[in-house]
């Protein structure tokens, strides 16, 4: 079993900053990546960053210049630095890790509770 851990969303004014973070625990073999992920309401779950073991980075357009996501395979936490917030950046964050468990090879992929990030004035 795997377990995400969210933390660090609220409520912030527009052009103001929030970091997220998401620590990982359970049994499992590896974590091949981790990422965040975000679903607004009546809307589908979108990509915002991935990072992968071996610190490959992939961002959505939305977020390119204003999001940095980072990570940790110690302690099996990631981050997601977001400034410049945006009215439109208002969505449940969830942080995502795609998992290697000690059954066997095939990557599963599991998902946090989602953290409310809510940009408004």
């Known amino acids: 079993q795997v377990q995400l851990v969210e933390s660090g969303g609220g409520l912030v004014q527009p052009g103001g900053s929030l970091r997220l973070s998401c620590a990982a625990s359970?049994?499992?073999?590896?974590?091949?990546?981790m990422g965040w992920y975000r679903q607004a309401p009546g809307k589908e779950r979108e990509l915002v960053a991935t990072?992968?073991?071996?610190?490959?980075?992939n961002y959505a357009d939305s977020g390119k210049g204003r999001f940095a996501i980072s990570r940790d395979n110690v302690k099996k936490t990631v981050w997601l630095q977001m400034n410049s917030l945006k009215p439109e950046d208002t969505a449940v964050y969830y942080c995502?890790?795609?998992?290697?468990?000690?059954?066997?090879?095939?990557?599963?992929?599991?998902w946090g509770q989602g953290t409310q990030v809510t940009v408004s004035s």
């Open positions: 359970g049994s499992f073999f590896s974590i091949n990546a």
């Open positions: 990072i992968s073991s071996g610190d490959s980075i």
């Open positions: 995502n890790a795609k998992v290697v468990r000690d059954s066997g090879p095939r990557v599963y992929s599991y």
